[in-house]
Nanobody, 119 residues
Framework: QVQLVESGGGLVTAGGSLRLSCAAS????????MGWYRQAPGKQRESVAI????????NYTDSVKGRFTISRDNAKAALYLQMNNLKPEDTAVYYC????????????WGRGTQVTVFS
């Protein structure tokens, strides 16, 4: 089973930037479309961005388009999320996992990384 460890979260003022990282164990990572998700207090977990296994396709939820960039390094089994121009509504716990809609079952969820944006 693949283990996922997210890092890079923190406190930032509105307009600031953060870069999240996700380290995955196991060699299967390179063939799996992956995604970043977030869960704000009192809300359901939502998909933020996805990237196919060879990075040929990326997709973003409307609220982060033009501000967030997803990328991956299959050699390092790592997934990244560059977040620019952060807004208070981006405050959430961020998780990485298998991208939805590609027929793969999700891995066990990691602990996530907290992102807090204050105005």
């Amino acid at each position: 089973q693949v283990q996922l460890v997210e890092s890079g979260g923190g406190l930032v003022t509105a307009g600031g930037s953060l870069r999240l990282s996700c380290a995955a164990s196991g060699t299967i990572f390179s063939v799996i479309p992956m995604g970043w998700y977030r869960q704000a207090p009192g809300k359901q977990r939502e998909s933020v961005a996805i990237i196919t296994n060879a990075a040929e396709v990326t997709n973003y939820t409307d609220s982060v388009k033009g501000r967030f960039t997803i990328s991956r390094d299959n050699a390092k089994a790592a997934l990244y999320l560059q977040m620019n121009n952060l807004k208070p509504e981006d405050t959430a716990v961020y998780y990485c996992n298998v991208a939805r809609g590609y027929g793969y079952e999700p891995f066990d969820w990691g602990r996530g990384t907290q992102v807090t944006v204050f105005s």
